[in-house]
């Protein structure tokens, strides 16, 4: 019976320190970093399209003759609203290609809508639209910051997940690199500047 117990507990032991090599515990906790750091890009990107309405009808009442932009914002914010976000965008590459995308849409839509602003002077020197655009830069700021932070973590995560021994335990448990932001296209070509 003694040499059960010692048996038994040799092998508890044994089994116990296999599993603190395996990196499962870190596995979960980078996989909760990960997951963490997209919920503030989220929330960023949700500060952002909380701005647009606001912003689109301050502007709609200076330029009546820029209906095409405000139409073109207002549809990509219910582009982006229309996207279901959740950890299975986390997961899947080609739901996160098509977000990024979306959010893409959205930041171009805004900039041609800044841009109108340019042939208005009243609307420039509208103290709801310059505090708006304020805004609007700001959390663009944040959106930059969010994504960086989630970019590391992504970086962090993957690099984890495929070493070993750790990428044995990933794959028993499921667990994959995760996609990661990426430069759009075009940005690769410095922008010709002609005066």
Not at 108 to 120: C, D, I
Not at 138 to 158: K, L, P
Request: charged content about 25%; aromatic content about 8%.
């Amino acid at each position: 019976m003694n040499l059960l117990k010692k048996t038994l507990l040799v092998t508890t032991l044994a089994g116990s320190l296999s599993l603190t090599g395996c990196g499962y515990n870190t596995l979960q906790a980078k996989d909760e970093a990960v997951t963490a750091s997209w919920s503030e890009v989220q929330n960023q990107y949700q500060r952002r399209a909380d701005l647009v309405p606001n912003l689109v009808n301050v502007v709609k009442g200076y330029a009546k003759h820029e209906q095409s932009v405000l139409t073109e914002v207002t549809e990509a914010r219910a582009n982006v609203a229309g996207l279901k976000v959740d950890k299975e965008v986390l997961e899947n590459p080609e739901l996160f290609e098509k977000y990024q995308q979306a959010q893409s849409q959205m930041t171009g839509a805004l900039s041609r809508l800044l841009a109108v602003s340019e042939n208005y002077p009243d609307l420039k020197a509208n103290e709801q639209f310059r505090d708006l655009q304020v805004q609007l830069e700001g959390t663009e700021n944040r959106i930059g910051v969010a994504r960086n932070r989630y970019i590391t973590t992504v970086q962090d995560y993957n690099t984890f997940v495929r070493q070993f021994p750790q990428a044995m335990t990933a794959k028993v448990i499921g667990m994959k690199t995760k996609p990661n932001f990426s430069a759009e296209a075009g940005t690769e070509k410095a922008p010709k500047v002609d005066f």
